[in-house]
């Protein structure tokens, strides 16, 4: 890849004492869409965290758009053009749901405007004026993802959209994040479900034990399927 | 029927205009302890001190360079908030990630030092502030002192404007989801350390503001904050932890029901308010309008 819009080479971090990623590589090309896949506990979300500048003690090298980000406070790597998308969703119950979708502000120009993003999630037009924890799991999730997409950012990280969800939410977000992808977000994707990583990705990225172990193609993963059963352990 | 309970109406109404005047400083002061409390996780103890500095910086440029009470009243919340951004940015910000109890204990102190060089150079005995709007209005069963009545509508005021900028404006937005995950509304980009100076700055300015409302009313003393002190922290703890309307209503009822008792069993109207905080800490430890 010429110049991707995110390269991650040697990155390391710790939650206090315990060493939690041992270098992990991987790079995103603009308007890509990439996962990272591996078990619990192997690091992808560390990953995420790390990228945000969540996690305080990191080491390594990440490179956004030409500029090393792994020194930046989280709110200068947001100011960057990178917005987070939590496992835990983080709706705030103090803010109704409008409340929340404008809470991040605006970093750069060219973001959705309300309008569109009520459009992507009609569900969350109609429950505008509700708190947003009163919300049912997946209307959450559309409000998580829903919310970073005003702020102009171009490198979005999504950390387990489907988890909890039934089958029909699910697909209802795998059609919002390929519609995001045509309209040329680049997405780092975490995903513990692999069916429903396959139906979104350009590639996979696997995780395991704090370091990037393979890469698959989208094209190779019908020929690799075992090969990711085992990686993954379903 | 006041004089089947013997008490004549003047006592009466004359007790429940001071119980709402105090009611008035109650709110204002434990709005900001709430909000700071929210915001810092810190037991902000120094607020009682930081009235006093309202006070006190409203007297000093009244005596020392003759800027008048309206004058006084912004430009002295001003100063001491500047004084409160100090603070925080030198020694409060170090002790967000300890326990509650280091940073009652370092407010706590700081309270004590000021109040002490306050005393040194000022000694102990109130200093009179001249009444801003002297005069006032017979209403038959009481006369009502024009600036009392004028510190009762400020303080509503102030209140409801503190509760609008929280509850309504997007930075009062930020503040609220800060509360909540300040780790995720900094990974949204907004730089959240600022955010929690500006609220303190903000809150000790309210108490400043508080106190150059005091000033013609009590003497201008540096002992003036450490009973209101105690008597906020019991308002907070009714009314509940971090809830901005809470205070309010608790503050202005809490200083009713004081007055109403200093006119029906005035030797309980010192105890009644921490009374009232054992009720509502057994029944309801989260405060009459707190969460959880």
Known sequence: MADPLLKVAGLQAWYGESHILHGVDFEIGKGELVTLLGRNGAGKTTSLKSIMGIVEKRSGSIRFDGAEIVVRTSDAVARAGIAYCPEERGIFSSLNVEENLLLP???????????????????????????????????????????????????????????GLAPVIVQRIGEAIRQLKSRGFTILLVEQNFHFAATVADRHYVVEDGRVVDMIGAAEVQTNLGKLQNYLGV | MFELLGIAPQALFGQLLVGLINGAFYAMLSLGLAVIFGMLNVINFTHGAQYMLGAFAGWLMLIWLDIPFWVALVASPIVVGLFGVILERLILKRLYHLDHLYGFLMTFGLALVIEGLFQKQWGSSGQPYPNPIPGGTNLGFMFLPTYRAFVVLAALVICLATWFAIERTRLGGYLRAATENPTLVRAFGINVPRLITLTYGLGVGLAALAGVLAAPIYQVSPLMGQNLVLIVFAVVVIGGMGS???????????????????????????TVIFVIMAIVLMIRPQGLFGQR
């Open chain 1, 105 to 163: 502000p605006v970093v750069r120009p060219g973001g959705m405007s309300v309008e569109e993003i009520y459009m992507l999630f009609p569900n969350l037009r109609e429950r505008r004026r509700s708190q947003g924890t009163k919300l049912s799991g997946g209307e959450q999730q559309m409000l998580a993802i829903g919310r970073i997409l005003r702020t102009g950012a171009t490198l979005l990280l999504l950390d387990e959209p489907t988890e």
């Open chain 2, 244 to 270: 901005i309307m809470g205070s309010i209503v608790t503050g202005f009822g809490l200083g009713l029901i004081e007055g109403l008792t200093k006119v029906f069993y005035p030797q309980a109207s010192s």
